[in-house]
């Protein structure tokens, strides 16, 4: 029986996902604003990256783009559109996370990054991480649909965000643990967290060119030119 359910709930994860990867790739949201690596700290270890492939170049001239993009396929795409739209609806109630919100993430983009403890002792105590994710939605929205998600995961954990601080204008809210707190806010259509209050104040401080970024890091800038 357990085999059973765990097999059903695979399944659910995978469709989940497929369909939102698919649905993602029909929309076309355009990037604007600042780029994350030019809002972390220079001594970021770990960036990841997904952007809508849509709005690149590379899938425009991919076979699978121009295979649907092509007016005869507009009827398939539609009805596929209609059949994952209806999939997903079923298992909404069911799934941990805001499947609206993961395919409007998914259409847009999403960064993760991480800063690890020096082996030498230096850096931060513990793994410091920055999340990033535009939205289409209002700020208001998403953050309606990130509370739902967080408190379906970690109902003890995700309680309701109060105000930590503001900062250049930027009001930012803190959320979880009294003593490691998560502390989010929203720019321009993209919603930013990070695990450190300093953290999140640099991110801040750099969107007004302050402070060394991840951009500006002559390794980042060489391992980007060979991707």
Request: glycine share 10%; with cysteine; hydrophobic share 40%.
């Amino acid at each position: 029986m357990r085999t059973r359910r765990r097999g059903r709930a695979v399944a659910m994860v995978l469709a989940v996902l497929g369909a939102c990867l698919l649905l993602s790739a029909a929309s076309g949201a355009e990037e604007g604003g600042r780029d994350m690596e030019q809002l972390l700290p220079a001594d970021t270890d770990i960036f990841l990256r997904w952007r809508n492939p849509k709005g690149t170049q590379a899938y425009e001239n991919s076979a699978l783009g121009g295979l649907l993009s092509e007016p005869e396929m507009q009827t398939f795409v539609d009805h596929a559109d209609e059949e994952l739209t209806r999939t997903l609806r079923s298992v909404a109630d069911r799934a941990p996370v805001n499947i609206p919100m993961v395919r409007d993430v998914l259409g847009n983009s999403f960064c993760a990054a991480m800063a690890l403890p020096s082996p030498k002792g230096g850096g931060p105590p513990r793994p410091s991480l920055v999340l990033s994710a535009r939205f289409s939605v209002s700020a208001e929205k998403m953050e309606k649909r990130l509370l739902q998600t967080m408190r379906r995961v970690a109902p003890r954990d995700f309680h309701e965000p109060s105000k930590a601080f503001e900062h250049g204008g930027h009001a930012v809210k803190k959320l979880g643990r009294r003593q490691r707190p998560v502390f989010y806010t929203f720019i321009d259509g993209r919603w930013i967290a990070a695990t450190g209050r300093d953290l999140m104040t640099g991110i801040l401080e750099r969107l007004s060119g302050d402070g060394d970024s991840l951009a500006g890091n002559p390794k980042f800038s060489q391992v980007m030119e060979k991707t």
